[in-house]
């Protein structure tokens, strides 16, 4: 089972600011295979990114994904209040999907 | 518009079974491999299990195997989720989510859950 780890736990930034989320696997995934969601409190995840870099429909072009192999990230090149929430990362293999322990981005 | 509705969930005993169910509309529902994600109390995801479009392949995490079932009915657009043996740290709302368009390594949509409560 591959396992996603991801870092940091919680980023405290302020709006504008550019985040930067970490998201690295314990052996080697698939690009088409590594997705981000973003999860509000009391609400259910919503995909940003799958493919690695592909935006899902309806997604702001400040969050942007890249990546390959072990280590991937989502960045937010400038965070507006709604941004604000837990981020995830997500890979596909062996007919098994699995999540990193998520990423909190705070207001500063 | 896509929508996912889950249902089915409650309080149960330890021990005890309880069945969810996610009615999909707004899409072809027979045409996409669909999956159950939870979300412990202030934990994160963990992907629960999985199944093909016509239900022919089904898929689960270690934690869930051989006590849950997946099962789908496509002339009806739902998804369900048939859990025995529940143990306290099964606890969790339960996130019925929809494979990608672009193959079902993500999901591109989720309901809203179903909590699941195990207790005694």
């Known amino acids: 089972e591959i396992v996603l780890t991801q870092s940091p736990g919680t980023l405290s930034l302020s709006p504008g600011e550019r985040a930067t989320l970490s998201c690295r696997a314990s052996r080697s995934v698939s690009s088409s295979y590594l997705a981000w969601y973003q999860q509000k409190p009391g609400q259910a995840p919503r995909l940003l990114i799958f493919?690695?870099?592909s935006r899902a429909t309806g997604i702001p072009d400040r969050f942007s994904g890249s990546g390959s192999g072990t280590d991937f990230t989502l960045t937010i090149s400038r965070l507006e209040p709604e941004d604000f929430a837990v981020y995830y990362c997500q890979q596909y293999g062996s007919s098994m999907w699995t999540f990193g322990q998520g990423t909190k981005v705070e207001i500063k | 518009e896509v929508q996912l509705l889950e249902s089915g969930g409650g309080l149960v005993q330890p021990g005890g079974s309880l069945r969810l169910s996610c009615a999909a509309s707004?899409?072809?529902?027979?045409?996409?491999?669909m999956a159950w994600v939870r979300q412990a109390p202030g934990k994160g995801l963990e992907w629960v299990s999985g199944i093909s479009s016509t239900g022919s392949n089904t898929y689960y995490a270690d934690s869930v195997k051989g006590r849950f079932t997946i099962s789908r009915d496509n002339s009806r657009d739902t998804l369900y989720l048939q859990m025995n043996s529940l143990r306290g740290d099964d606890t969790a709302v339960y996130y019925c989510?929809?494979?990608?368009?672009?193959?079902?390594?993500?999901?591109?949509?989720w309901g809203q859950g179903t909590l699941v409560t195990v207790s005694s």
């Open positions: 707004g899409f072809t529902f027979s045409t996409y491999g």
């Open positions: 989510a929809k494979g990608g368009n672009n193959g079902w390594y993500y999901f591109d949509y």
């Open positions: 493919g690695a870099s």
